[in-house]
């Protein structure tokens, strides 16, 4: 039986809620009552896969002004639901983007100039119960998760479910009953999730689904779902060495055609991506960002050398302060998002990197890690916990743990973070996304060196000589960036935070 994770949005008729364009929120599939005008167009997840465990993070972005929000995610039984953070996500896209760099130039009788400049254009409840029970639907279990009531569900009895949603308030069209029977069928439970009474849109955090062993599927099926002509989907992935698509096509942007123009200092680098993309009626995968470590050890680019990250404090996006690494750089995004208040845990951070024992959490799903039912590591073994920051006694969601989450099962050396991206139509999503390790097990760079230029007299009108570079574009020892504007990820980082702080302030978001 084929296996995924799932996490599908659906909309009931109860809770009034406006959200603006654009917010990014978890969820899958969107399902929304007739005449409300919400379009899914873009996902981020995240897929951490070991032989231990399997666990899927999900954000949605979408247009429109739903009236109400609501999930349905189908799962293996087993499977726990956990809050996340808005820092995680955050912080992956940050240090991951792509950003082209100008070819260095140096001007007649005049300073060296290397300019750069990222592609900006891309990445890119009512009170009471939930619903009733009986009619063939078992409810396993109702609980909260953070600003979320929930309800695991259980049938073997293909449109029942449907019946249950809607008498619990939800609208289910037509054309997604089968795709949701099609997963009762594959033997799928399912979690329901919406807001608790009282609580505001702006309180919504990401969920992660975690469950036991294997399970390297994607339910694109289920994506499409509420979706428009096409869905932007941005999928990490957390795995021992490079991953990639099972059964799509798989692509990497061609980066020896990436050229600069000095008159609009922009690149092709957003013409290219889309061609790529569209390749194969658009069914591709591009990989943008593959290397080994990278969770735990600073990111070696090929053009600048040992890249920080730069995270934002206040609602303008100005930077604060700059870190290492993608786990110190979530730790001091949550800090700064107010989701924790320690970030004590990074000093052991580095040790960590080219470990090759595994991480192993003592602690059952869902359970604090100060829980008394958790246990004790083996010799040999790497205590997850060590890689959490937070008060565990405390909220669930002020522990920032999805460093150890996604390192649970898996040995830190061998740890690779990849990067996909797709712009799927509709007719790609008739198909759930499987995931392999790929044949090429090289780095793919997210920082890119334009090989070509044209207009440089816009800025050496008395003539200019192309200075030597390190091979593949590089010239990461000159230290001579004059000029290096934000990158994508930095941006988005931004925007994130304005939205954060607009929720806990009178400020304009």
């Known amino acids: 039986m084929k296996t995924s994770l799932l996490a599908a949005l659906l909309a009931s008729a109860s809770l009034a809620a406006l959200l603006a364009p654009s917010d990014a929120h978890a969820c899958g599939g969107c399902v929304v009552p007739p005449m409300v005008n919400t379009i899914v167009n873009a996902h981020r997840m995240a897929l951490s896969v070991s032989p231990k465990q399997t666990v899927l993070w999900d954000q949605i972005r979408y247009d429109g002004d739903p009236e109400t929000w609501g999930w349905l995610l189908p799962v293996k039984p087993g499977a726990v639901i956990e809050i996340s953070t808005n820092a995680w996500f955050e912080t992956l896209d940050a240090a991951t983007s792509t950003t082209v760099f100008a070819p260095p130039i140096r001007c007649n009788n005049g300073p060296d100039f290397d300019c750069g400049c990222a592609q900006a254009d891309f990445a890119a409840g009512s009170a009471g119960e939930l619903g009733p029970g009986g009619g063939g639907v078992t409810v396993v279990h109702r609980g909260t998760v953070g600003p979320f009531e929930t309800v695991t569900l259980s049938t073997e009895t293909p449109g029942v479910l449907d019946d249950w949603l809607t008498a619990a308030g939800y609208t289910i069209p037509p054309e ?100 790529t993309l569209a390749a194969n009626d658009g069914a591709t995968w591009i990989t943008t960002f593959a290397k080994p470590q990278a969770l735990l050890a600073p990111i070696d680019s090929a053009v600048r050398g040992k890249v920080p990250i730069t995270l934002t404090v206040d609602e303008f996006g100005f930077p604060s302060r700059s870190v290492n690494t993608i786990a110190e750089g979530y730790i001091g995004q949550g800090v700064l998002n107010e989701e924790a208040t320690d970030e004590s845990c990074v000093t052991s ?139 994508l990820g930095a941006g988005m980082l931004a925007l994130a935070r304005r939205r954060l702080r607009g929720a806990r302030s009178p400020l304009p978001a």
């Open 176 to 275: 997604t009953a089968p795709v949701i029977d099609a997963y009762i069928d594959e033997g799928f439970d399912f979690i329901a999730l919406r807001l608790q009474p009282g609580k505001d849109v702006n309180e919504m955090k990401p969920v992660r689904v975690w469950q036991p062993g294997i399970s390297p599927t994607l339910p694109l099926r289920m994506v499409a779902v509420g979706t428009g002509a096409n869905v932007d989907i941005t999928l990490f992935l957390i795995t021992e060495g490079r991953w990639e698509a099972k059964n799509f096509a798989n692509a990497l942007v061609p980066a020896d055609l990436v050229s600069w123009d000095f008159a609009t200092n922009a690149s092709n680098y957003g013409t290219l991506r889309e061609k």
């Open 349 to 487: 951070f580095n040790t960590f990197a080219i470990d090759n024992r595994m991480v192993v959490d003592p602690c059952p799903a869902g359970v604090p890690s100060n829980d008394p039912s958790c246990g004790e590591v083996a010799a040999g073994e790497i205590d997850a916990r060590l890689f959490e920051c937070g008060e565990n006694d405390a909220l669930v969601d002020s522990t920032l743990d999805d460093v150890a989450t996604a390192l649970n099962g898996l040995h830190p050396k061998d740890v690779w973070l990849t990067r996909l991206e797709a712009r799927l139509p509709r007719a790609a999503l008739a198909k759930d996304l499987e995931v392999e390790p790929s044949e090429a097990q090289v780095e793919v760079e997210h920082e890119i060196r334009a090989r070509s230029s044209k207009n440089v007299e816009t800025i050496c009108p008395s003539g200019v000589a192309l200075l030597p570079e390190n091979g593949n574009g590089s010239n990461k020892d000159r230290g001579t960036f004059v000029v290096v504007l934000s990158t």
